[in-house]
């Protein structure tokens, strides 16, 4: 199992490509394994030229959990939701930390950075307190911090919805929350029951998810700090995402000097395989934007 000394944890990580292509690294979204950046969407990558590395965040998949004493996750996230400071385990600058050290581990000085919604907020943040290792940042449907709209009160109840105790429980929350997150045009039932199940048994761990959310709560608004970033910016968003509302993608690309913003009518929060080609070709266009190893 491929693992690698970070920032005082370990961290479960693949590659997929030849060793001398350029590195794209991909970062997961709250309570997402890598599993979620699917075979197929990183080899269309590899097809382009892309080293693609994917890695499961701290406190998800087969990677460090992070043990702390018991936390009542409803009370914590009802208060920093309503703007009280709350003591989370961890912020969004560890979570970048934590893949700078992958890279490092690697062996690469620097990377294309794509990261969606929380991990959107993740490659933010390297590229504020790492800049030396970003090639170019894509932020996914994601968001710089500030409450830019709100998320529908369906999205925002997957969001708070207690953890299954079941397999069978499980899928069927599953579905029941990504047939609200990917909206009415993609969302295809067939495709998340096949991720649900392999998901589950790979690694359940709910209270991973509760730390995470608490810890980009805790993390503040990176609006004032993007403003002076020098890095070549993508912006990702769709026009229906009921979780993250396309304003936090307006205003990240808005903040961002010369940022690009790329804008999908019928996507909510997800990636549809419909989208993958429409994806890798803008990708792979930002990342061409500048020379190999700048």
């Given amino acids: 199992m491929p693992t690698a000394p970070s920032n005082g944890i370990e961290i479960y990580y693949e590659t997929f490509g030849d060793a001398d292509g350029e590195p794209l690294l991909l970062v997961n979204g709250l309570g997402s394994q890598c599993i979620s950046y699917e075979p197929d969407f990183c080899n269309a990558f590899v097809d382009r030229g892309f080293l ?9 998949g087969l990677s460090t959990k992070i043990e702390t004493e018991h936390m009542d996750f409803a009370d914590l996230l009802a208060r920093a939701m309503g ?23 690697l062996g690469i000085d620097s990377a294309h950075l ?14 504020l307190e790492h800049p030396e ?23 925002a109840s997957v969001l708070l919805a207690p953890p299954a105790t079941s397999r069978d429980e499980f899928i069927d929350n599953y579905i029941r929350q990504w047939k609200i997150l990917a909206g009415p045009v993609y969302f295809d039932e067939a495709r998340f029951r096949d991720r ?18 608490l810890g980009i709560l805790s993390s503040g608004s990176r609006t004032e ?3 002076s970033l020098d890095i070549p910016t993508l912006v990702i968003h769709g026009r229906i995402d009921p979780l993250v509302p396309l304003a936090g993608g307006e205003r990240t690309a808005e903040v961002i000097p010369g940022a690009q913003l790329l804008v999908f009518d019928d996507m909510g929060h997800d990636l549809p395989p ?20 700048t």
């Fill in 83 to 105: 703007g009280e400071a709350v003591d989370a385990p961890y912020l969004l600058s560890d979570m970048a930390a934590d893949a700078v050290g992958l890279l490092d581990h």
């Fill in 52 to 60: 693609v590395i994917r890695f499961d965040n701290r406190d998800v």
């Fill in 274 to 293: 419909a989208l993958w080609p429409q994806y890798v070709e803008a990708i792979t266009s930002h990342a061409s934007s500048v020379r190999s190893g």
């Fill in 133 to 155: 290792r970003v090639r170019t940042l894509t932020s996914i449907m994601s968001m710089t911090g500030d409450r830019d709209g709100a998320p529908t009160p369906e999205a």
């Fill in 225 to 227: 700090r993007l403003r």
């Fill in 114 to 127: 794509v990261g969606m919604s929380m991990g959107g907020m993740i490659v933010q943040t390297i590229a």
């Fill in 196 to 213: 649900a199940g392999p998901a589950y048994d790979r690694c359940y761990f709910p209270a991973g998810t509760g730390r995470q959310l």
